[in-house]
């Protein structure tokens, strides 16, 4: 019994011992750096691949300091999000801003004096950013910035390149539109150099039905960041563009990735580049790709779109063209825009209404039974054979000449 007894002793003082020794020892605590977030507002669509940013910092400074995240929120216009960074640059804790919002990146990039390092990755214009060679890299102190946008009248005249055009409309949010107003005297500038008539389409957040405030006499349309579109809402807009009545080709340099692969499906015709990159990466941010699954579906089939939507798996232009994403694989830039010259020629040898018309009854051939369908086709058949292009139409075939809308 004592021998046990006096076991027990040890080992209690030994772990007693231990114990103190332990709490005697000196801790080195990690350094706190706080960060502070600033987003345009609740319901950002974005929100996600913002959080991206977030991500790669902690990344890149957990293990050296304790990293506390601070989110601070505008409420979608230049005032809410003015006041937002006015606080976070005047509170004593903050040791670095980060702007992950779309239009806070352009409110803060007009900002002359920043108090506090600050990192703005979705610049718009860099012209908005009043630089100084002198105070470093990015010609601002404490700043640094990072932009992938090209300047809006060189996309006015990629455009032009194709097709002759005159009524523009833009989608933009609305607090995007009246956030920074030098962004939209450039657009509107850039567009009256080139003889384009400009027209602005904002988003306000509640009414989703954007297509239906487009003109009738519209030539085209620039879809920009939608933030606060939901996704059912900018499902929609993706079915509305479907729709549209003109023919819709698609050319692909770069990258198309995420929705950017999902609009791609939209197109009647999809011109890429052999080196393009694809990739449908929405499960890599732990995000479903909702709303354009069923377009992907419906471009290459079920078996092929479940491995690449479960998997993000990333593709080339090649193989983009064997999954049936793309209808033509051209060498480069050059030959891409040769090969949409070409189609946008055959497709004008067609007459617009006739155009219209077919594109109605191939939509709807993915919600009308056989029986609807057959319907359907012969009614718009019927109306056109009673149309002036019709009329015209056969007229030219019987005088062996082109008809007016080929001319």
Not at 110 to 123: C, E, G, N, V
Not at 203 to 226: C, K, R, S, W
Not at 327 to 349: S, T, W
Request: contains cysteine; hydrophobic residues 45%.
């Amino acid at each position: 019994m004592s021998l046990s007894a006096g076991m027990r002793c040890r080992w209690n003082t030994g772990f007693l011992l231990c114990v103190v020794m332990l709490f005697a020892t000196p801790v080195v605590a990690q350094q706190q750096f706080v960060v502070a977030v600033v987003t345009d507002g609740p319901s950002d669509r974005f929100e996600n691949e913002h959080q991206k940013y977030i991500d790669e910092l902690m990344a890149l400074t957990s293990s050296e300091f304790d990293v506390q995240i601070r989110r601070r929120s505008g409420d979608w216009n230049r005032d809410s999000i003015t006041l937002v960074l006015d606080q976070t640059y005047a509170d004593p804790d903050v040791d670095l801003v980060l702007v992950t919002g779309f239009i806070s990146n352009q409110i803060a990039a007009i900002r002359k004096i920043y108090s506090k390092p600050t990192f703005l990755p979705q610049i718009i214009d860099t012209a908005l950013i009043e630089r100084d060679e002198a105070a470093g890299r990015s010609g601002v102190r404490n700043l640094n910035y990072l932009t992938a946008y090209a300047d809006f009248g060189e996309d006015l005249d990629t455009l032009s390149r194709f097709i002759a055009y005159r009524d523009l409309v833009l989608f933009v949010d609305a607090g995007l539109a009246s956030a920074v107003q030098a962004l939209q005297d450039r657009a509107y500038a850039a567009s009256a150099e080139r003889g384009i008539n400009l027209i602005l389409v904002t988003h306000d957040g509640i009414d989703h039905n954007l297509m239906n405030q487009v003109p009738a006499e519209t030539d085209a349309v620039f879809v920009a960041g939608l933030p606060r579109m939901p996704e059912a809402d900018f499902g929609r807009l993706m079915r509305g563009i479907r729709a549209l009545p003109q023919l819709l080709v698609v050319l692909i340099e770069g990258a198309a990735m995420a929705g950017g692969l999902g609009l791609a499906c939209l197109a009647d015709v999809t011109i890429t580049t052999g080196d393009a990159k694809f990739a449908l990466t929405e499960v890599t941010l732990g995000i479903p790709p909702a709303q354009i699954t069923p377009v992907v579906i419906k471009r290459i089939g079920a078996s092929e779109a479940r491995r690449l939507l479960l998997t993000a798996a990333r593709f080339d232009g090649v193989e983009a063209g064997r999954l049936g994403f793309a209808h033509f694989v051209v060498n480069d830039a050059a030959a891409l825009d040769l090969k949409a010259q070409e189609i946008i020629n055959q497709a004008k040898q067609g007459a617009p209404g006739a155009i219209a018309r077919t594109k109605e009854i191939i939509n709807a051939t993915e919600q009308l039974g056989d029986d609807e369908l057959v319907q359907f086709a012969a009614e718009r058949f019927a109306d056109c054979m009673l149309s002036d292009e019709a009329k015209e139409g056969l007229t030219a075939f019987a005088e062996k000449r082109k008809p007016s809308w080929a001319s």
